[in-house]
């Protein structure tokens, strides 16, 4: 079975530069999660999806950050403009439905953005 | 608000036990993960607890203890591969549903 797909996998842009990065969750899984990682503040969740309605959009830092799930097995997160301070490294997550009987998230390669 | 706690950096020696802690503080629990994540890597789920006791999972167990607010993992039999980051993360109800928080990670370092 594939896992979570991510794409691109690297990312070099210049700020003020528009930044899209893409997501197809794993077929099955309702849940779809958009994460940041940096040395400093760590994993952090950003949004996340459920039957492709977003959630929980309290973690996107500012209006600048933007996500979209159009359906089941597609997600954009989009950067515009980029600044450098959102240099880090993006994941993608889904998870399962069955939220009862606690479900793990599986993660996606990441994508590393870097903003010059 | 909510805090998860775990050491920043940990090492032991090929063979040995090491055991991770975490504490947590958060408004609501709906169980707790550990994740292992490899040097640029993605995260992979080793483990879940959501009710206080030991789960036993190969050569990794992981406990908890819901009145205490703490948690830990065990890595027996410690290989050279088990050098990694590993994540603590809480499930925490918000609203009709809930988020993961995740801990920033304890980076263990397994020497020969």
């Known amino acids: 079975d594939a896992g979570v797909i991510q794409s691109p996998r690297h990312e070099v842009t210049e700020m003020g530069q528009e930044v899209t990065l893409r997501c197809k969750p794993i077929s099955g899984h309702d849940y779809l999660f958009w994460y940041r990682q940096t040395m400093m503040r760590g994993l952090e969740l950003l949004i996340y999806?459920?039957?492709?309605?977003?959630?929980?959009d309290s973690g996107m830092p500012e209006d600048r950050f933007s996500a979209k799930m159009p359906n089941a097995s597609f997600s954009t997160l989009k950067i515009q403009p980029s600044e450098p301070r959102d240099s880090a490294v993006y994941f993608c997550?889904?998870?399962?439905?069955?939220?009862?009987?606690?479900?793990?998230?599986?993660f996606g390669p990441g994508t590393r953005l870097t903003v010059l | 608000g909510q805090n998860i706690d775990q050491p920043t950096e940990m090492t032991a020696t090929e063979g040995a036990i090491v055991q991770i802690n975490c504490t947590y503080q958060t408004s609501g629990f709906n169980g707790l993960f550990w994740y292992q994540q490899h040097a640029g890597e993605a995260p992979t789920f080793l483990s879940y607890n959501v009710l206080d006791g030991l789960e036993e999972k190969g050569r990794f167990s992981s406990f908890l203890s819901r009145s205490k607010g703490y948690s830990y993992l065990l890595l027996k039999e410690l290989q050279m591969k088990d050098s990694a980051s590993y994540l603590c993360?809480?499930?925490?109800?918000?609203?009709?549903?809930?988020?993961?928080?995740f801990g920033s990670g304890t980076r263990l370092l397994v020497r020969p």
């Open positions: 997550a889904s998870s399962p439905p069955g939220l009862a009987g606690g479900s793990e998230q599986f």
């Open positions: 999806f459920n039957n492709n309605v977003p959630i929980d």
């Open positions: 993360a809480v499930r925490a109800p918000m609203d009709s549903s809930y988020k993961l928080i």
